[in-house]
């Protein structure tokens, strides 16, 4: 294997289509691993002060291992240096929530990265290691544990349900009277369950974070939406001139939506994201619970992913998912430069 060390965000583009191609090969890799998603976070979020440190393998010329990395560099003397993966690290209140972020690799070359790629990540010199909503199984796992002897517990699960062998009843009778309840309930106000179309998906995306704002503000919290940033990130993916990464589902009175639900989706998975219901009128119609089901029934894609969520009290447990483990890497490689950083944040 030959490596190289990619550090000029400019030149990523060169190895676009290398990289979506590894990334399809790759087993259980995910649309957040793919140069359309993080091309778009790059775009959107990138800091000049960041420094790319993008890893790549070669054999015979053939691109097999990708591992995206990065380092946020301080601003200020006593700030530590931040390794992330591409996709992650940007300011919480607008952070887009990448998850499954990896490093791709061959298979049958596993192994060999896996061993070579543990040393040189030390060579980064960061003072902190960050990796969150990880697969407990992931080459990134595995390669902190290997260079860092790094123990994590699992805290988090994936909620995925496989719709070629999930049915209705499988779920629970509650579940299930619910679902009928609510549909007995939509269908006396002639409502109407759709796939919106593409060319509404920004006056669809409107009523969404109009929904989707009011309700956490109710609860007075931020909500997703509430940064520039975020939107402009989510309105970017809309207007691509290949807009198939999106989908959305909803309940519409007439013309009007009452309930929908935002979707990423690649050729296997129909990743849920987002969701917004007129929470004033329908909330007792359980619009969020039937949208849900329903789109599961209609989902053309192999998999329906909730993502991550809690082990209990989630309620992605009632829709019969399976559950799969996730991590979340935190890892304090320079702890003096650390604690120091936190006494001058308190004090100064």
Known sequence: MKWEIISDVKKLAL????????????????????????????????????????????????????????????????????????GQGEMEIAEIASEYNDVLITPGYEEQVITELSAKIKTLKADQIFWRAAMHNSHIHKIIQNAYNYQTKVNNTRYLIDCSSWSLEKLSKNTRSRYKRSLNQLKRIDAKFIWVEPQNYQKALASLIEY????????????????????????????????????????LIGEQIMAINYYLVDDLTLYFYQSGWDQQKFSSYSPGLSLHLWSIEHCEQQYYDFMMGSFKDSYKQKFGCQQQSMINIALNLNKIKVILDRIINKFF
């Open 15 to 86: 190895l676009s289509e290398e990289w979506c191609g590894l990334n399809n090969a790759v087993p259980d890799s995910t649309l957040f691993n793919s140069p359309n998603w993080l091309f778009s976070w790059i775009d959107q979020y990138w800091q000049t002060e960041w420094q790319l440190f993008l890893i790549i393998a070669r054999s015979k010329g053939e691109l097999i291992a990708l591992a995206p990395f990065y380092l946020q560099r301080p601003t200020k003397w006593h700030q530590p240096t931040k390794l992330y993966p591409l």
């Open 212 to 251: 989707h704002q009011k309700r956490w503000h109710d609860k007075e919290q931020t909500g997703a939406f509430s940064t520039e940033e975020f939107q402009a990130f989510h309105q970017k993916m809309i207007m691509a001139d290949d807009s198939s990464h999106i989908k959305m589902s909803a309940i």
